[in-house]
C-alpha cells in the first residue's frame, strides 16, 4: 500500500454520507430501540441525547483530526503523532474485532426477514411472530445468512475505497431516510399509538440518571457514532484538506439522532399498538416491525424493502469497521489490500461462526453472559468503546499541543476558529470527565 497512491473521498457530502453510512446502522435501528425498551424509553432518549452531545462528538473531533492529520489507518495515525499512543490504534482493531464477531449475526437476521418477506413465509404463518423468530434463531439458517453478508461486505471492500465505500453510502443513506419517515407516518395511524408515543417522549429523571441507564447510553452514544475505535481516524484519513470537521462531525451526529429517533417512533407505537412488550430485547424489532406490516395492504412488499433498508443501512455500517482491520493490515503489515481484505474476511468468518454456535453461562461485574454475543456487544461498547474514547481525549486535549486540534478544526486557518476554545474545554475537560466518571459507575468502582 505504501508506495500506491493513497485513495480520498469525493467532495464536501461525499465525506458526511460515507461516515454517516459507517455511524448508522444496527446501532440506530435495531439495538436503539431495544436498549431504550429496556431503559425507560424516553429517559433513555434524554440521555443519549446528552451523551452524544457532550461526549461522542469531542471524540469524534479528536479522531478525524488524527485521521486527517496523519492520512493514516487507525494504529499508524496515532503511532506517526507519538509513538506510545498506537495502544489506542490497538485498542481499536480489538474492538473491531469484538463488533465484527456479533454484528454480521443481526445483519444475517434482516436478511433472514428479507428473504421470508419475499416468499410470503413471514405472514403466511400460523404462529406468533415471537415464536418465529424463536424458530429461527434456533435454526441453522443464521449461519446461512451471517455468511451471506461477511461475503457481501468483502466484495464492496474489495472493490475499494472510492469505488466501494463510497458509492455504495452515497446511494443507500437517502433511501434510509425516506423509507423511515414513510414508516413513521404510517405507524401514527395504528390503533393504540399514543402510548408509544408516550413511553419514548416523556422522560422519567430518576431513571434516566442511574448509573445503569447512563452507562447504557454512553455506550450507545459511542456505538452508534462509530467513535472510540479508530473508525473514524481512518476514514478521516480519506477526507482532504477541505474537508470542514466541525460541520462533518455535526452533520453525522445530527443524522444519526434523526434515525435513531426515528427508529423509536416508528417500533414503540408499533409494539404499544400490538401490546408487546418494551422490554422485548435484541429481538424487539424483529417481532415488532411485522405487526407494522401484517395488516397492511401489499404487506410483504413495505416489509421486503424495509428489511433491504435494514440491511443496507448495516452493510454501510459493516464496510467501515472491515475497512478499519483492513487498512491496518495493508499498511502496517505491508500486505496488498487483497490480501489483507481476504484475512480481515476470514477473522471475520472464525469469530461469526464462534458466535453462532458457542453457548456458555456465567456472571461478571453483575452481568450474565450466555453467548460470545453478549461479550463481544458488551466488552465493546460498555468497556473498549469508552475507553478509546476516554483516552483520545486525553492524547488529543493534553499529550499534543493545542495548535494541532486548532490546526485542523480550522482547516489551518481558513475556517472561523471562535468555538475551537470552547471544543477544547469539552475535549480536554468535561468529555473524558464524564466518560471516566460513567464508566467507573457503570461498572461498579464509583
Ligand atoms: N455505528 C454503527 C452502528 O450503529 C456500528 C459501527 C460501525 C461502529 N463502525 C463502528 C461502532 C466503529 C463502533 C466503532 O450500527
Known amino acids: 500500500m505504501s508506495n500506491e497512491k493513497r485513495a480520498s473521498f469525493g467532495g464536501k457530502l461525499s465525506a458526511i454520507l460515507v461516515a454517516a453510512g459507517s455511524a448508522i446502522g444496527l446501532g440506530s435501528i435495531w439495538r436503539f430501540p431495544y436498549l431504550a425498551g429496556e431503559h425507560g424509553g424516553a429517559a433513555f432518549l434524554l440521555v443519549y441525547l446528552l451523551c452524544v452531545l457532550i461526549i461522542a462528538i469531542p471524540v469524534m473531533l479528536c479522531e478525524f483530526a488524527v485521521g486527517r492529520r496523519t492520512h493514516k489507518n487507525a494504529v499508524g495515525g496515532f503511532r506517526q503523532l507519538s509513538k506510545p499512543w498506537q495502544i489506542l490504534g490497538f485498542n481499536g482493531i480489538l474492538c473491531a474485532l469484538f463488533i465484527s464477531g456479533y454484528y454480521y449475526v443481526i445483519a444475517g437476521w434482516s436478511l433472514d426477514y428479507l428473504v421470508n418477506s419475499i416468499n410470503g413465509s413471514l405472514y403466511n404463518s400460523d404462529i406468533s411472530f415471537a415464536q418465529q423468530y424463536a424458530q429461527f434463531t434456533a435454526s441453522p439458517w443464521p449461519i446461512v445468512y451471517t455468511l451471506i453478508f461477511i461475503l457481501l461486505t468483502h466484495f464492496i471492500i474489495a472493490r475499494g475505497v472510492e469505488k466501494g465505500i463510497e458509492k455504495a453510502s452515497n446511494i443507500m443513506m437517502p433511501i434510509l431516510f425516506i423509507i423511515l419517515i414513510l414508516m413513521a407516518i404510517r405507524v401514527a395511524f395504528m390503533p393504540g399509538a399514543a402510548d408509544g408515543y408516550r413511553f419514548f417522549l416523556t422522560p422519567d429523571f430518576a431513571q434516566a440518571f442511574s448509573a445503569d441507564t447512563l452507562f447504557t447510553a454512553a455506550g450507545q452514544a459511542f456505538f452508534s457514532l462509530s467513535v472510540g475505535m479508530g473508525c473514524m481516524v481512518t476514514y478521516a484519513s480519506y477526507f482532504n484538506e477541505k474537508t470542514n470537521l466541525i460541520g462533518t462531525s455535526l452533520s453525522v451526529s445530527l443524522l444519526t439522532l434523526f434515525v435513531a429517533t426515528l427508529a423509536g417512533l416508528v417500533i414503540f407505537p408499533a409494539v404499544f399498538s400490538a401490546g408487546l412488550e418494551p422490554t422485548e430485547g435484541p429481538s424487539l424489532i424483529f417481532i415488532t416491525l411485522p405487526e407494522i406490516f401484517k395488516d397492511m395492504p401489499l404487506a410483504t412488499v413495505w416489509s421486503a424493502i424495509f428489511f433491504i433498508l435494514i440491511g443496507l443501512a448495516a ?122 466518571y460513567i464508566f467507573l459507575k457503570g461498572i461498579g468502582i464509583l
Open 315 to 436: 452493510l454501510t455500517s459493516t464496510i467501515s469497521f472491515h475497512e478499519v482491520i483492513t487498512a491496518y493490515l495493508a499498511e502496517e503489515h505491508k500486505m496488498s489490500r487483497k490480501a489483507a481484505t481476504y484475512t480481515t474476511t476470514a477473522i471475520t468468518i472464525v469469530l461469526s461462526l464462534i458466535t453462532l454456535l458457542v453457548t456458555f453461562d456465567f456472571n461478571f461485574l453483575g452481568k450474565q453472559f450466555t453467548s460470545t454475543f453478549d461479550i463481544y456487544d458488551y466488552g465493546s461498547a460498555n468497556i473498549l468503546l469508552p475507553l478509546g474514547g476516554l483516552f483520545t481525549c486525553i492524547f488529543v486535549g493534553w499529550v499534543m499541543k493545542p495548535q494541532f486540534f486548532r490546526e485542523e478544526i480550522t482547516n489551518y486557518g481558513k475556517l472561523p476558529g471562535k468555538i475551537v476554545p470552547f471544543l477544547f474545554i469539552l475535549v480536554r475537560y468535561i468529555a473524558p470527565i464524564l466518560i471516566l
